[in-house]
């Protein structure tokens, strides 16, 4: 389905998907930013006043990370890039790996299944909060800096 950029972008450089279809496929990036935005406009009462006006990523009263994940207070920037990166890399090379037909592959049916698995290990004990799709993290993050919570959503 190319439900993560990443995925998507990894299968046009290898050859594996047309250039021309990126596009399309990108079409999921303003798909999450606007189910971020309806999320805001559904519950915006509650999160003033639970906030009281004062949008945050971190503290007592933190609400971004509604929207989108966010690491864990001892995780420096370096620590969260580097997990996310390697995540990211793990499940390409998984999931490339799953399909690889030429290379012993998976068992025809089983792809779902061990896809699942993957991710579902890749979660296991994570410092970030399970980024590792950016389709469905950056574009919420860009609505959290416009909706109030600041460029901060990026730090």
Request: with cysteine.
């Amino acid at each position: 389905a190319h439900l993560n950029a990443a995925i998507t972008v990894t299968h046009c450089i290898l050859g594996k998907l047309p250039w021309r279809k990126l596009p399309a496929y990108l079409v999921i990036l303003l798909g999450s930013f606007t189910a971020a935005a309806i999320i805001f406009d559904l519950y915006y009462d509650a999160l003033y006043d639970y906030t009281k006006g004062n949008f945050t990523v971190t503290g007592s009263t933190a609400t971004a990370l509604i929207f989108s994940t966010y690491p864990a207070p001892y995780v420096s920037l370096l620590g969260g890039f580097f997990t996310e990166f390697m995540a990211t890399v793990m499940l390409l090379l998984g999931i490339l790996i799953i399909h690889d037909e030429k290379n012993n592959g998976a068992l025809k049916g089983t792809q779902a299944l061990l896809t699942g698995i993957l991710v579902l290990g890749i979660g296991l004990g994570m410092n970030t909060g399970y980024a590792i799709n950016p389709s469905r993290d950056l574009p919420p993050r860009v609505f959290t800096a416009i909706a109030g919570w600041g460029m901060v959503v990026f730090a």
